[in-house]
């Protein structure tokens, strides 16, 4: 059974960083690209970084040059550094397999950017 468990969100203010980690059991995590993707309120969930097995990696424009995404393939955590937020990045974030499954979704960690 495949279980990913987000965690490392916040309310930070902007300008600030969070990082956010994603913890993967029961998959074959070495071999997997992973993603992390978020959703807005009243927005559909987007893609915002991936990473594959190979260490190749790809963001979305609106994150390029703040968020970087990083894997342990020993620990089978994904990781996202986010750095410079701003409030259009408040969002619930979700790591999932690249490209996603919609048997892998969790429940999210939740980072909210305001003053």
């Known amino acids: 059974q495949v279980q990913l468990v987000e965690s490392g969100g916040g309310l930070v203010q902007p300008g600030g960083s969070l990082r956010l980690s994603c913890a993967a059991s029961?998959?074959?995590?070495?071999?997997?690209?992973m993603g992390w993707y978020r959703q807005a309120p009243g927005k559909e969930r987007e893609l915002v970084a991936s990473?594959?097995?190979?260490?190749?990696?790809n963001y979305a424009d609106s994150v390029k040059g703040r968020f970087t995404i990083s894997r342990d393939n020993a620990k089978k955590t994904v990781y996202l550094h986010t750095n410079n937020l701003k409030p259009e990045d408040t969002a619930v974030y979700y790591c999932?397999?690249?490209?996603?499954?919609?048997?892998?979704w969790g429940q999210g960690t939740q980072v909210t950017v305001s003053s």
């Open positions: 999932n397999v690249y490209p996603s499954s919609r048997l892998y």
């Open positions: 029961g998959v074959f995590f070495s071999i997997a690209a």
């Open positions: 990473i594959s097995s190979g260490y190749r990696t």
